[in-house]
């Protein structure tokens, strides 16, 4: 029986998912018609979340694939998410101070 980990490994394997895209599970009981799995990546969350802001974007981008991209590092990314929603909040400041 594989664990997890190696049915993530597999997927990836059968169905070509690229380094943004993960398998998500659900149980049969979540949707009786559709039982198994799905494949979102990075971009269809932002969408389901109604992410408008390029800066949070970036970040959570990060947040949700620290160091798995095979650019850079898990800490490099933790600090450019930071700096991210950093400026995701100078541009909220910015927006409301002009309401």
Do not use: W
Not at 17 to 28: S, T
């Amino acid at each position: 029986m594989m664990n997890n980990v190696e049915k993530i490994i597999e997927n990836r394997r059968r169905k070509k998912i690229n380094k943004y895209q993960r398998v998500i599970n659900h149980l049969p009981h979540e949707d009786p018609k559709n039982p198994g799995e799905i494949i979102v990546d990075v971009y269809d969350v932002l969408v389901a979340f109604n992410v408008t802001c390029p800066a949070t974007a970036h970040g959570l981008k990060k947040l949700l694939c620290p160091g798995t991209r095979g650019v850079k590092g898990k800490l490099q990314d933790l600090k450019e998410a930071k700096a991210s929603i950093e400026r995701a909040i100078e541009l909220e400041e910015k927006q409301t101070e002009t309401k």
